[in-house]
């Protein structure tokens, strides 16, 4: 899925909840070294860690990234082979915690997975990913939320599936750790003051809402806005919101 979220590169990492200082991010500090998948949130986690490597495979993603002089950076393209990959980060078995924020639904599983478990600190070595489906913000909003999103179905790559189904058919091959397990995610509520600007920065960083942009078709359109507009209350209002979020957690099967 490399390239799928470029185009909107500058307004994605602005656009998505901070994810909660809770669970795995709460654990001791014993665990030194995290690598993180994705651009949502390493310097968050990087309050945790004495060092957190965090890698994706867009250079576009990795520009927007916001420094920190705990986080280390790295571009992984899909040509950089596996075995590259682990000697970059540190060699097998250097890493306490790999985790992933809203994007293991987009990777090649049978492919990652294997690399996850090479990276693991064994016994010992976790690995975490969230993701959310949805957003609530007040009984006049949400049910016009619902009908946008409804109008976004033809645009997604099939993977989403994973996300609307809240990770619970994702493949999950690691055992539980007590946060959740293959089947069973464990729910997170995440609260977040979003201003109307800022949702509709959202919106935009959808890779739906671009793919049917690419398409000719404007999904949000000046009458949408101004349907969203009316619902949020207008648009000078900064309402505390809520991520329907969900998270797995597990370490290698020994």
């Known amino acids: 899925m490399a390239g799928l979220f470029d185009k909107q590169a500058e307004i994605y990492l602005d656009a998505r909840p901070n994810y ?10 014993s665990l030194r070294t995290t690598l993180w998948l994705g651009m949502s949130a390493p310097a968050t986690v990087a309050e945790h860690y004495e060092q957190v490597i965090a890698t994706d ?8 990234a916001i420094p920190h002089p705990r986080v280390k950076y790295l571009h992984t393209p899909l040509s950089l082979p596996d075995d590259e990959i682990v000697r970059l980060i540190g060699g097998e078995g250097s ?6 924020a809203q994007a293991v639904h987009w990777f090649d599983l049978p492919t990652f997975y294997p690399l996850v478990a090479r990276l693991l600190r064994k016994p010992g070595g976790v690995f975490a990913v969230w993701g959310y489906n949805d957003i609530a913000v007040s009984p006049t909003f949400d049910p016009v939320m619902k009908r946008f999103h409804d109008t976004t179905l033809p645009f997604w790559n099939e993977k989403i599936q994973y996300i609307f189904d809240g990770y619970k058919t994702l493949p999950f091959p690691f055992e539980s750790v ?3 397990c293959e089947g069973q ?37 000046e009458r949408v806005v ?29």
């Open 178 to 180: 007590g946060l959740g």
């Open 20 to 29: 909660p200082h809770t669970g795995i991010l709460s654990w001791p500090l």
């Open 226 to 254: 101004k349907e969203f507009e009316t619902a949020w209350g207008g648009s000078r209002m900064v309402p505390s919101v809520t991520y329907n979020a969900f998270m797995l957690a597990g370490k290698v099967k020994l």
């Open 185 to 221: 995610p464990v729910s997170l509520d995440i609260p977040k003051k979003l201003s109307f600007d800022g949702f509709l920065r959202m919106l935009r960083s959808w890779s739906a809402v671009t793919t049917a942009k690419d398409r000719g078709i404007d999904l949000l359109s």
């Open 57 to 64: 495979v867009s250079e576009a993603q990795l520009k927007c």
């Open 95 to 100: 890493v306490d915690l790999v985790t992933v």
